[in-house]
């Protein structure tokens, strides 16, 4: 099961340095407590033009990426329809087999509607499955899919709101083992787009505000018994593009994120004393809850309760947001250079990365490529060689 356990943990903890510092308020120690979720690879940057830009997007300029990141832009699309191609290897440095695939399109009903749609597919490569002793049982290729569509719809000449809907599935086992079944689910996506005219000096150009509140949906699980949030994700960002004159222009963009599920509490251990007096058995049960909040809740209420259950207080629910910051020069709006850098506090996965990239766009065709470069320590980082190469296909 080595590459089920690397996409839903070394993803997230996998990239983590551990730490202890007592919070003086709470009296908590301060060390790795990363939020985890069923099929993380929702949350994987599908594109090049975003993955080079530190994995930012919600306000970025519209364009046939933009069913991913903030589906509400393509009201504003120039083009009547298009079609995008993408493929990243994933976690390369550890597996030679796992990638992404996706593909999205649109489609502009009129000047005030536009239609969208995704599929991405991650496959993890061929896993043998092993018996209690270790004789092989079979051979499987454990593999997930989402696959989505969205309603778009200008509500003023610069506000447009975006809905869409998400049928998930994930297979990691195949029947392999024994209980174990396939996991489904259904989520929606709200946001918003807002884009004006902007003017600096002498210089003209537009700015923009985005958000989008992702995969807002049903647990899913792969036993009847046992069933995880998927990762829902609260979005907001802005950018900011001057042109300088017709030839060249510049976009500066920052996104938050944070996902809106719940943070595992603190237990107490097993023998430990507990505030009441009496003396823990060491069950992940309420009653043995240290600090924070019991996690066994509805969505709804895991959303609301997600800005509010960390253990250490405030100041973990503030080490729960990471950001990503990014660049994007275009020459003649035919040839694009991108620099970008995504931060994750230590103690929620310590994904630290530089991105850069490099676009051509021509008429109809568009090209993008992004290379992830991981700060700190790139040798054991699993993020590191990772590239993304997108195709893209406008008409008008």
Same mark, same amino acid.
């Given at each position: 099961m080595r590459k089920v356990i690397l996409l839903n943990f070394l993803l997230i903890l996998g990239l983590s340095n551990l730490f202890a510092q007592t919070n003086p308020i709470t009296g908590q120690e301060k060390t790795l407590n990363a939020i985890t979720t069923g099929v993380p690879f929702l949350m994987i940057a599908p594109d090049s033009r975003s993955a080079s830009i530190g994995d930012a997007g919600v306000a970025l300029s519209p364009d046939g990426y933009s069913q991913h990141w903030n589906s509400s832009k393509y009201a504003f699309i120039e083009n009547k329809a298009g079609v995008t191609i993408s493929y990243t290897p994933w976690l390369k440095k550890l597996v030679d087999d796992m990638s992404l695939a996706?593909?999205?399109?649109?489609?502009?009903?009129?000047?005030?509607? !536009?239609?969208?749609?995704?599929?991405?597919?991650?496959?993890?490569?061929?896993?043998?499955?092993?018996?209690?002793?270790?004789?092989?049982?079979?051979?499987?290729?454990?593999?997930?899919?989402? +696959?989505?569509?969205?309603?778009?719809?200008?509500?003023?000449?610069?506000?447009?709101?975006?809905?869409?809907?998400?049928?998930?599935?994930?297979? +990691?086992?195949?029947?392999?083992?024994?209980?174990?079944?396939?996991?489904?689910?259904?989520?929606?996506?709200?946001?918003?787009?807002?884009?004006?005219?902007?003017?600096?000096?002498?210089?003209?150009?537009?700015?923009?505000?985005?958000?989008?509140?992702?995969?807002?949906?049903?647990?899913?699980?792969? !036993?009847?018994?046992?069933?995880?949030?998927?990762?829902?994700?609260?979005?907001?960002?802005?950018?900011? !593009?001057?042109?300088?004159?017709?030839?060249?222009?510049? !976009?500066?963009?920052?996104?938050?994120?944070?996902?809106?599920?719940?943070?595992?509490?603190?237990?107490?251990?097993?023998?430990?004393?507990?505030?009441?007096?009496?003396?823990?058995?060491?069950?992940?049960?309420?009653?043995?809850?240290?600090?924070?909040?019991?996690?066994?809740?509805?969505?709804?209420?895991?959303?609301?309760?997600?800005?509010?259950?960390?253990?250490?207080?405030?100041?973990?629910e503030m080490e729960e947001i990471s950001y990503a910051a990014g660049l994007e020069y275009w020459y003649a709006k035919q040839f694009a250079i991108r620099l970008g850098y995504f931060h994750e506090n230590e103690t929620k996965g310590n994904r630290k990365y530089v991105t850069a990239g490099v676009g051509l766009k021509m008429n109809v065709f568009g090209l993008d490529f992004s290379y992830l470069i991981p700060t700190g320590n790139f040798n054991n980082s699993p993020l590191a060689n990772t590239w993304r190469f997108s195709l893209s296909f406008d008409f008008q």
């Open positions: 996706y593909v999205s399109g649109y489609y502009k009903i009129d000047d005030k509607q !536009t239609i969208g749609g995704g599929l991405r597919y991650f496959s993890m490569g061929n896993i043998t499955f092993t018996d209690g002793v270790g004789y092989p049982i079979g051979n499987y290729s454990p593999h997930e899919f989402a +696959l989505d569509a969205s309603y778009n719809r200008l509500l003023g000449d610069h506000f447009a709101l975006g809905m869409a809907g998400r049928f998930i599935y994930s297979n +990691l086992t195949g029947g392999q083992s024994e209980g174990s079944e396939a996991g489904k689910s259904v989520a929606m996506d709200i946001n918003g787009y807002y884009q004006n005219n902007l003017k600096l000096s002498d210089y003209k150009g537009k700015w923009a505000l985005g958000f989008n509140v992702s995969n807002i949906g049903m647990k899913i699980g792969y !036993t009847e018994e046992e069933k995880n949030f998927i990762p829902t994700n609260l979005r907001i960002g802005g950018s900011m !593009t001057i042109d300088f004159d017709k030839y060249n222009s510049l !976009t500066a963009t920052l996104d938050f994120n944070k996902l809106l599920v719940p943070t595992p509490p603190v237990y107490y251990q097993k023998g430990e004393e507990k505030s009441d007096g009496t003396i823990s058995d060491g069950s992940k049960t309420p009653e043995n809850i240290k600090a924070g909040k019991d996690p066994e809740v509805s969505v709804i209420q895991g959303i609301f309760q997600s800005f509010y259950d960390a253990p250490r207080g405030f100041s973990e």
